[in-house]
């Protein structure tokens, strides 16, 4: 499934795009799922309580939480999901680039653009969705993006895999058949019971590293060289 989010605080444009964008990936795509939110902070909501998108349609210029606002809190913790600007404003264009979004939609020019501009989104997404990897959990089954993972780590002999807004434990899971999974998808040892995303390592210490979203974990000492060689890498 392909999950959209479309945003905007005027409700005729909110319901015309969202007739526009099902209309258009009825046609691309049998599985879509699309929830629309009337202002920024009702799409937050549900963003941090685990909703994930794939997709999110952003108007810029809204009262409360703008669409610049609105990316740059969601890029902190989620560097893939695609997002798509609405605007009126040609010259906020330039502005919208630190916001690393996929398309910069103008409104007086949907028509034109939505089929070239939804192709290229959900061909994009397929290729992410091809990394997804089904684990076992308590109450069943998750499916998750690997760029999602901040680290996995064995603890009393039971695994468990962290994101930025959950903590899972994995059932049926041996920690070693995950490093081997793993070794060549980004992923570091920094001790023999905890591997971590090298997306999300924001800093490297002697003993520790912290990583995004401010969590520090302990590294070996033995292993500091390989990750920072590692970490290095990753990031050229």
Not at 86 to 106: A, C, G, H, I
Not at 198 to 217: A, G, Q, T
Not at 231 to 236: D, M, V
Request: net charge neutral; with cysteine; aromatic share 12%.
């Amino acid at each position: 499934m392909i999950k959209i989010a479309i945003c905007d605080d005027e409700k005729i444009i909110l319901e015309c795009m969202y007739n526009k964008i099902k209309k258009v990936t009825h046609k691309l795509y049998e599985d879509i799922e699309i929830k629309k939110f009337i202002n920024g902070n009702e799409l937050l909501v549900e963003i941090t309580n685990a909703e994930h998108f794939d997709m999110l349609f952003l108007d810029i210029d809204m009262p409360q939480i703008n669409g610049f606002e609105i990316a740059n809190l969601v890029r902190k913790y989620n560097k893939e999901i695609i997002i798509i600007f609405l605007t009126s404003m040609d010259e906020l264009v330039y502005e919208s680039f630190k916001y690393n979004p996929f398309r910069f939609l103008r409104k007086q020019k949907v028509d034109e653009e939505l089929v070239e501009v939804l192709t290229s989104a959900i061909n994009s997404i397929e290729k992410v969705k091809e990394k997804q990897n089904i684990f076992n959990i308590d109450f069943g089954k998750v499916k998750l993006y690997l760029n999602d993972i901040l680290y996995i780590e064995c603890i009393n002999r039971k695994v468990y895999l962290k994101t930025f807004n959950i903590k899972y434990k994995l059932l049926n899971t041996q920690f070693n058949n995950l490093i081997n999974e793993l070794d060549d998808k980004n992923f570091i040892l920094i001790h023999r019971t905890c591997m971590v995303n090298l997306k999300y390592v924001f800093s490297i210490n002697k003993l520790d590293i912290i990583l995004d979203n401010k969590e520090k974990l302990p590294i070996s000492r033995y292993r500091v060289n390989d990750i920072k060689r590692a970490f290095t890498l990753y990031a050229e």
